[in-house]
């Protein structure tokens, strides 16, 4: 940022009813393709661009440095001699007789990736070496029952079973497996035709049984057309079937209609969207939302020779900046809900953001991305190297930087945070959320904040752990990651939050000043009834002046039951002392009223790989309970820099 927004404290109070008549007016992607194409044909160059495309792919992958081809050419030969692993029927049931998602995912998994890899290694080489061996892995792949991963074939009639193939299903493994296929076709399909007659027939008949027929005959749920929300599926989905569709179908009628679904359907997904660019699913989601629909914008643009452009979208701007928006230092980002604490997105989508509005910012903060990963070029999945390689020059030569605002304001999604120095990572930095809890990947974390301090982190959301058949099932809550216990939430007359759209944060207001930012709101809904709590307002700011980060909790209970408990969650060891906890030797200390709390220390074992990647063996629950049985009563904390490292 480059002013230092000041404003008073401003009530957000738009209502979901009054929200959802506005964004219903929006359809820019249907309007768009319909005015252009009013009279059909859509796309008649398509045979042209789809020959620019593999050219200019290929011309890409030639202009990538002989370090990254090499490394990838030299993965490429390793696959040469893989042996590709049997998906027995027994394998796929797994999910439904041990909710275990992974086994049958990790080898359709190294499927994919090793066929990417064979066809990047000839894409590199171009010698047709490894045709043999990518049509093995290719045929594998068509003659795979279905494309669906079993944690999502549930919806079919037989629910978690085998595949019923008359009744095809659209997930994520499914559209991403046939984007896949498509692009190996777009890139091979001469090399195909010389090695058998029949491998391109029955790619274009697998693709169409499996992806573009389904689409055009179903409904499916995350499509959006039964006035439900949607989430990062659509776009992923959506993008991934248009890509697919652009590189094999010809001008005419059902591309026609399949566009035109498809678009139908992103406009649900834009349409929900709030004002402010915020992705309720969290960072690392975002690659899989607003990450998938600038692709499917961008290539829109292209196959149209720029005719449809939504370059004067500022939504669609902001749901871009929303990436940096959320960057507290490095690789670490805001991470609420099911995200990741550690995470870069997707730079190449990041950069397409910043051609298609003209953002230097997103462009730097890209190329920022991108040296951060050590200009990581992967060839695990071959749309994805075909797309980075298409930036890659742009991506090194543009200055790199990430923009670390000094504050970021999401009212509609109702996400504030701010940092003691714009464009550092010295100080604090505080993140804190209101909104509901039935949002997308929710947890049960509302008035939760996290801090960092210079940079690391000290107050944390635990974030998401590996996926189970529990996960996404009425017992998600029951995990006790994605309890409010388990953020940096009160626990109320000995009461956790209860998930559900009615369990929210009330009069969400935030404010910055060059020497304070604070954010406000009553979590008192957030509760059940068996809390009997009639207001919790929680404030938080932060001081710059004085580095220092403040809590608040001012709260009238209907009756007093038990103790409330004050919980924070943190991956150092603390120490207790009279009034303080230090945290470790970070130089960070909480000091509270001792006469009104009392503090204690849990700790949490971890077990599950994804968490213990993040946060190690064990993390902290410091908790401090109530001494007063008074009904109404407010509590202090302050969280200071002010002990020695």
Request: net charge positive; hydrophobic share 40%.
């Given at each position: 940022?480059?002013?230092?927004?000041?404003?008073?404290?401003?009530?957000?109070s738009?209502?979901?009813?009054?929200?959802?008549?506005?964004a219903?007016?929006r359809?820019?992607?249907?309007?768009?393709?319909?005015q252009?194409y009013?009279?059909?044909?859509?796309f008649p160059?398509?045979?042209?661009?789809?020959?620019?495309?593999?050219?200019?792919?290929?011309q890409n992958v030639?202009?990538?440095?002989?370090?990254?081809?090499?490394?990838?050419?030299?993965?490429a030969?390793a696959a040469?001699?893989?042996?590709?692993?049997?998906?027995?029927?027994?394998?796929y049931?797994?999910?439904k007789?041990?909710?275990?998602?992974?086994?049958?995912?990790?080898?359709v998994?190294?499927?994919r990736?090793?066929?990417s890899l064979?066809?990047?290694?000839e894409?590199?080489?171009?010698?047709?070496?490894f045709i043999?061996?990518?049509?093995?892995?290719l045929?594998?792949?068509?003659?795979?029952?279905?494309?669906?991963a079993?944690?999502?074939?549930?919806?079919?009639?037989?629910?978690?079973?085998?595949?019923?193939?008359?009744?095809?299903y659209?997930?994520l493994?499914?559209?991403s497996?046939?984007?896949?296929?498509?692009?190996?076709y777009?890139?091979?399909?001469?090399?195909?035709?010389?090695?058998?007659?029949?491998?391109?027939?029955?790619?274009v008949?697998?693709?169409?049984?499996?992806?573009?027929?389904?689409?055009?005959k179903?409904?499916?749920?995350?499509?959006?057309?039964?006035?439900?929300?949607?989430?990062?599926?659509?776009?992923?989905?959506?993008?991934?079937?248009?890509?697919?569709?652009?590189?094999?179908?010809?001008?005419?009628?059902?591309?026609?209609?399949?566009s035109?679904?498809?678009?139908?359907s992103?406009?649900?997904?834009i349409?929900?969207?709030?004002?402010?660019?915020?992705?309720?699913?969290?960072?690392?989601?975002?690659?899989?939302?607003?990450?998938?629909?600038?692709r499917?914008?961008?290539?829109?643009n292209?196959v149209?020779?720029?005719?449809?452009?939504?370059g004067?979208?500022e939504?669609l701007?902001?749901?871009?900046?929303?990436?940096?928006?959320?960057?507290i230092?490095?690789?670490?980002?805001?991470?609420?809900?099911?995200?990741?604490?550690?995470?870069?997105?997707?730079?190449?989508?990041v950069?397409?953001?910043?051609?298609l509005?003209k953002?230097?910012?997103?462009?730097?903060?890209?190329?920022?991305?991108?040296?951060?990963?050590g200009?990581q070029?992967?060839?695990?999945?071959?749309?994805?190297?075909?797309?980075?390689?298409?930036v890659?020059?742009?991506?090194d030569?543009?200055?790199?930087?990430a923009?670390?605002?000094?504050?970021?304001?999401?009212p509609?999604?109702?996400?504030?945070?701010?940092?003691?120095?714009?464009g550092?990572?010295?100080?604090f930095?505080?993140a804190a959320?209101?909104?509901?809890?039935?949002?997308s990947?929710?947890?049960?974390?509302?008035?939760s904040?996290?801090?960092?301090?210079?940079?690391?982190?000290?107050?944390?959301?635990?974030?998401?752990?590996?996926?189970?058949?529990?996960?996404?099932?009425?017992?998600?809550?029951?995990?006790w990651?994605?309890?409010?216990?388990?953020?940096?939430c009160?626990?109320?007359?000995?009461?956790?939050?209860?998930?559900?759209?009615?369990?929210?944060?009330?009069?969400?207001?935030?404010?910055?000043t060059?020497?304070l930012?604070?954010?406000?709101?009553?979590?008192?809904?957030?509760?059940?009834?068996?809390?009997?709590?009639?207001q919790?307002?929680?404030t938080?700011?932060?001081?710059?002046?004085?580095?220092?980060?403040?809590?608040?909790?001012?709260f009238?209970?209907?009756?007093?039951?038990?103790?409330?408990?004050?919980?924070?969650?943190?991956?150092?060891?603390?120490?207790?002392?009279?009034?303080?906890?230090?945290?470790?030797?970070?130089?960070?200390?909480?000091?509270?009223?001792?006469?009104?709390?009392?503090?204690?220390?849990?700790?949490?074992?971890?077990?599950?790989?994804?968490?213990?990647?993040m946060w190690?063996?064990?993390i902290?629950r410091?908790?401090?309970?109530?001494?007063?049985?008074?009904?109404?009563?407010?509590?202090?904390?302050?969280?200071?820099?002010?002990?020695?490292?």
């Amino acid at each position: 940022m480059k002013k230092i927004a000041c404003y008073c404290f401003i009530l957000w109070s738009i209502s979901l009813s009054v929200y959802a008549q506005k964004a219903a007016k929006r359809n820019w992607l249907i309007e768009a393709y319909q005015q252009t194409y009013a009279n059909g044909d859509a796309f008649p160059n398509l045979s042209n661009w789809q020959k620019e495309q593999n050219a200019n792919a290929l011309q890409n992958v030639a202009n990538l440095p002989d370090s990254v081809k090499q490394r990838i050419l030299k993965q490429a030969e390793a696959a040469l001699s893989f042996k590709w692993p049997s998906l027995p029927a027994s394998l796929y049931l797994d999910y439904k007789i041990t909710g275990t998602r992974t086994t049958y995912e990790n080898l359709v998994n190294e499927r994919r990736r090793m066929l990417s890899l064979l066809v990047a290694g000839e894409l590199i080489e171009n010698k047709e070496r490894f045709i043999p061996q990518i049509v093995n892995g290719l045929w594998l792949v068509l003659e795979e029952s279905t494309w669906v991963a079993p944690a999502h074939i549930v919806v079919q009639k037989e629910g978690a079973d085998l595949p019923n193939i008359e009744n095809p299903y659209i997930d994520l493994h499914a559209s991403s497996t046939g984007l896949t296929v498509a692009t190996i076709y777009n890139m091979l399909s001469a090399k195909f035709a010389k090695y058998s007659k029949v491998v391109n027939g029955r790619i274009v008949y697998e693709l169409n049984r499996r992806l573009f027929d389904p689409y055009l005959k179903y409904s499916f749920g995350w499509m959006g057309f039964k006035g439900n929300s949607v989430n990062n599926w659509n776009t992923y989905v959506n993008s991934n079937t248009l890509q697919a569709a652009l590189q094999v179908l010809q001008p005419g009628k059902k591309l026609d209609s399949l566009s035109a679904k498809i678009l139908r359907s992103t406009d649900i997904f834009i349409n929900q969207y709030p004002e402010d660019g915020g992705c309720d699913e969290g960072p690392s989601y975002w690659d899989m939302a607003g990450g998938r629909l600038i692709r499917l914008l961008s290539l829109l643009n292209q196959v149209s020779d720029g005719k449809l452009n939504w370059g004067d979208k500022e939504l669609l701007h902001q749901i871009g900046a929303y990436a940096y928006k959320m960057q507290i230092s490095d690789t670490y980002m805001v991470n609420f809900a099911d995200a990741f604490p550690a995470y870069t997105q997707n730079p190449e989508s990041v950069y397409q953001y910043g051609v298609l509005f003209k953002d230097e910012t997103l462009k730097d903060y890209a190329s920022f991305l991108f040296k951060a990963r050590g200009k990581q070029v992967s060839g695990n999945d071959i749309t994805d190297f075909l797309a980075t390689a298409a930036v890659y020059k742009a991506l090194d030569n543009t200055p790199a930087k990430a923009p670390y605002p000094l504050y970021a304001a999401l009212p509609d999604l109702q996400v504030f945070n701010a940092r003691t120095l714009a464009g550092s990572t010295k100080g604090f930095f505080f993140a804190a959320k209101g909104g509901h809890n039935a949002e997308s990947h929710n947890h049960n974390d509302i008035g939760s904040f996290i801090v960092y301090h210079d940079g690391k982190p000290l107050l944390i959301d635990v974030g998401v752990g590996t996926y189970t058949s529990k996960t996404f099932s009425s017992r998600r809550y029951e995990l006790w990651n994605v309890q409010s216990q388990w953020h940096n939430c009160p626990t109320i007359n000995g009461v956790q939050q209860k998930d559900g759209r009615q369990f929210a944060a009330t009069n969400f207001r935030f404010s910055n000043t060059a020497g304070l930012a604070t954010v406000a709101m009553d979590i008192a809904k957030a509760y059940p009834a068996a809390a009997d709590v009639q207001q919790w307002e929680r404030t938080i700011s932060l001081n710059r002046s004085k580095n220092t980060i403040n809590l608040t909790d001012a709260f009238k209970l209907n009756s007093y039951k038990e103790a409330s408990e004050l919980n924070f969650i943190t991956p150092y060891a603390v120490e207790l002392k009279p009034g303080k906890i230090v945290f470790g030797q970070t130089g960070t200390a909480m000091n509270y009223d001792a006469s009104q709390l009392e503090a204690k220390v849990d700790e949490q074992a971890i077990d599950d790989d994804r968490i213990v990647k993040m946060w190690g063996n064990k993390i902290y629950r410091i908790r401090l309970i109530t001494k007063s049985k008074e009904k109404t009563n407010t509590l202090k904390l302050a969280i200071t820099a002010s002990e020695k490292k």
